[in-house]
């Protein structure tokens, strides 16, 4: 998701991106295949909440991951190394049960999407336009195969609008909220993919990088990010452990991995305490705990991702 930048008091743009012309054409069958979801609506995904400002509604076409997510960000210009690094990864984390979640552009974003869908696994495209806009063109017919294989492709933009330079970095912190970890691939000090690890930091989503040649110009934005506390991410266990932190300590479901509990004395044991087999409204579990609302809309994140807790219609939970 590489794009260029140029800070304004206050706001981060993409400056860069060549192909978010504002005469970029409409194409696509994808709004035929979308839903609309509204913030009130059940199936909103309780992770968005995180966000400073959650968009009010969600065009899903296709299906919501349950479970862990990880996402990969990065530039469009990847070299072949990269990409197949990253190609490895996101199949590596599929077939172990991640659903993989990046911004469907060339380079890093494609390369995380295949390798998803290679593994037999499921991936979330989040576009920086409407549906009518399915940007970059070319990946038009990837999208269609990510629907087909149990993943999805969604906006929150009305289908009629248009890639451009205030869209992508708000496409960037759904990327980041819906994610159990984000991890930033080859990306520039200028790159669009370290507003989404700075959304990840500030929603309390764990960032992960991959070390790079010094040399690489494309080696700032990841290199960066690892003086500056990121995870070093080398291989799968890395990505294990980063995202283990999530859940403060408990193990993610995954095949041949069965969670029963949440680690005891945290937030999620407590909110987890209160959760029985039949839902209950979040509203009931907020007020029998001693937890902040937000910190009850936290735990139950985690819970979801962990595989402990499943949502029902009216944000009623209900353990799994």
Same mark, same amino acid.
Not at 97 to 107: L, Q
Not at 124 to 151: D, H
């Given at each position: 998701?590489?794009?260029?930048?140029?800070?304004?008091? !206050?706001?981060?743009?993409?400056?860069?991106?060549?192909?978010?012309? &504002?005469?970029?054409?409409?194409?696509?069958?994808?709004?035929?295949?979308?839903?609309?979801?509204? @913030?009130?609506?059940?199936?909103?995904?309780?992770?968005?909440?995180?966000?400073?400002?959650? &968009?009010?509604? =969600?065009?899903?076409?296709?299906?919501?991951?349950?479970?862990?997510?990880?996402?990969?960000?990065?530039? @469009?210009?990847?070299?072949?190394?990269?990409? @197949?690094?990253?190609?490895?990864?996101?199949?590596?984390?599929?077939?172990?049960?991640?659903?993989?979640?990046?911004?469907?552009?060339?380079?890093?974003?494609?390369?995380?999407?295949?390798?998803?869908?290679? #593994?037999?696994?499921?991936?979330?495209?989040?576009?920086?336009?409407?549906?009518?806009?399915?940007?970059?063109?070319?990946?038009?017919?990837?999208?269609?195969?990510?629907?087909?294989?149990?993943?999805?492709?969604?906006?929150?933009?009305?289908?009629?609008?248009?890639?451009?330079?205030?869209?992508?970095?708000?496409?960037?912190?759904?990327?980041?909220?819906?994610?159990?970890?984000?991890?930033? !691939?080859?990306?520039?000090? @200028?790159?669009?993919? =370290?507003?989404?690890?700075?959304?990840?930091?500030?929603?309390?989503?764990?960032? !992960? #990088?991959?070390?790079?040649?010094?040399?690489?110009?494309?080696?700032?934005? &990841?290199?960066?990010?690892?003086?500056?506390?990121?995870?070093?991410?080398?291989?799968?266990?890395?990505?294990?452990?980063?995202?283990?932190?999530?859940?403060? !300590?408990?193990?993610?479901?995954? &095949?041949?991995?069965?969670?029963?509990?949440?680690?005891?004395?945290?937030?999620?044991?407590?909110?987890?305490?209160?959760?029985?087999?039949?839902?209950?409204?979040?509203?009931?579990?907020?007020?029998?705990?001693?937890?902040?609302?937000?910190?009850?809309?936290?735990?139950?994140?985690?819970?979801?991702?962990?595989?402990?807790?499943?949502?029902?219609?009216?944000?009623?939970?209900?353990?799994?």
């Amino acid at each position: 998701m590489e794009s260029g930048q140029k800070k304004k008091p !206050g706001q981060w743009v993409n400056s860069d991106r060549k192909e978010a012309a &504002p005469n970029s054409s409409p194409a696509g069958k994808l709004p035929a295949l979308a839903s609309r979801i509204k @913030r009130t609506d059940t199936g909103f995904p309780l992770a968005l909440e995180s966000l400073e400002e959650p &968009p009010d509604q =969600l065009h899903v076409a296709g299906q919501l991951p349950s479970g862990p997510t990880a996402a990969f960000v990065g530039s @469009r210009d990847a070299d072949e190394d990269a990409v @197949r690094f990253i190609m490895r990864m996101a199949s590596d984390l599929a077939l172990r049960g991640f659903s993989i979640v990046s911004g469907g552009a060339r380079g890093v974003d494609t390369a995380a999407h295949r390798g998803a869908l290679e #593994a037999g696994g499921t991936t979330v495209v989040v576009l920086g336009a409407g549906m009518n806009f399915p940007y970059p063109a070319e990946n038009e017919s990837l999208y269609q195969r990510i629907i087909n294989k149990g993943g999805a492709v969604i906006s929150e933009f009305e289908h009629d609008t248009p890639p451009a330079r205030w869209t992508f970095p708000r496409r960037n912190r759904i990327i980041a909220a819906l994610s159990q970890a984000v991890i930033v !691939g080859p990306a520039s000090s @200028r790159s669009g993919a =370290l507003i989404t690890a700075r959304e990840a930091s500030r929603i309390g989503r764990p960032v !992960g #990088a991959v070390p790079m040649h010094p040399d690489d110009p494309l080696s700032a934005g &990841p290199n960066g990010l690892i003086r500056t506390g990121a995870a070093v991410i080398e291989n799968i266990e890395d990505v294990f452990e980063l995202t283990g932190q999530r859940i403060k !300590g408990g193990q993610l479901r995954l &095949p041949g991995i069965a969670v029963t509990e949440p680690p005891e004395g945290s937030d999620e044991s407590r909110v987890f305490s209160l959760i029985g087999s039949k839902p209950v409204h979040i509203d009931d579990v907020m007020q029998n705990s001693d937890l902040s609302p937000s910190a009850v809309s936290a735990a139950l994140v985690q819970l979801e991702l962990a595989g402990l807790v499943e949502q029902h219609q009216g944000k009623r939970f209900c353990r799994k």
